[in-house]
């Protein structure tokens, strides 16, 4: 009997920590998860207008940057670092001539957003994404997220901005 | 006391006939007030999101164009004509170089919003703008509306834009 009760503490010793290393593997798992985000966040496209943004070089975009209720108020108020639960998105398209709008303005002037190119985020969340300023990035294109690679320079590139809080997009009026 | 009567019948009737025509006249008035907005419509900065504007020629202009719900309906379900209480507005600014972001990026290619330049609207009433295709177009420059003269070729330009309802511009998705 005392041999069973001996056993079945060894038994029980060993689900433990069998159990506690796979919780901390589990936890060193998440830690070394890619601190950029896999899904798009909700309802973006109905936020409100931060600003816009165009980009030539070897971009051509033109491109439109919204931000959750969150991010609008930080922006109205001027709240430097973000609060957590901001959201920035950056929606982005080819900046492609309206051949429509030139003919009727007579000259090549107007140039409208072409084909969507990608969406980007920022999330601000100190605690998630503290190993990059507090942001998580988020770069999709035709829905799907960017891998691991694409998305390592986003954070030392938008480290850069640091006096606004790492966030290049200001406020148009 | 009859004469008495007769005279306060008499100033009531003129009384009547001189309001009648003061009326009268203001109807006139505002049948010929010239068909564009004076006022700017309320609330549009939290407007959400059509497309974006991007004019080079002498513009040199970037910008956003947002709805209100009634404009945002309607073009997310391909609503032409537009209904009654469709409201779109494009906020214009200067399309400005951005020295800190091209200082980042190692080379000249961001343009960002400058200056405000103007703010647009076209509000949707066709009874009350039935003269220029149900449309009233607004322009208004510090606050500002433009005169009778500046706003005269505003609804013959739109009007090429007929398969669109008046409109230019198109849903970015």
Redesign the interface.
């Known amino acids: 009997m005392r041999r069973i009760a001996f056993l079945l503490i060894v038994v029980a010793t060993v689900a433990v920590v069998i159990a506690s290393t796979a919780l901390t593997a589990g936890q060193a798992d998440e830690q070394a998860a890619p601190a950029f985000l896999t899904q798009i966040p909700a309802g973006y496209?109905?936020?409100?207008?931060i600003?816009?943004?165009?980009?030539?070089?070897?971009?051509h975009s033109?491109?439109?940057v919204?931000g959750n209720d969150v991010a609008i108020r930080a922006y109205r108020e001027g709240t430097i670092p973000f609060p957590d639960g901001t959201i920035i998105v950056a929606?982005h398209?080819r900046?492609v001539p309206s051949e429509?709008?030139n003919k009727?303005?007579g000259?090549?002037?107007?140039?409208?957003?072409g084909a969507?190119t990608n969406i980007q985020f920022e999330v601000k969340d100190s605690t998630k994404y503290a190993a990059t300023g507090g942001w998580g990035f988020g770069h999709f294109q035709n829905g799907k997220p960017a891998d691991a690679a694409f998305m390592k320079p986003c954070f030392p590139?938008h480290a850069?901005?640091k006096a606004h809080d790492l966030v290049?997009?200001?406020y148009?009026?």
């Open positions: 496209r109905d936020w409100k207008l600003s816009m943004a165009h980009e030539e070089g070897n971009l033109l491109g439109a919204l929606l398209y900046n429509e709008n009727i303005f000259r090549a002037q107007s140039f409208v957003p969507p590139c850069q901005e290049f997009t200001r148009a009026p």
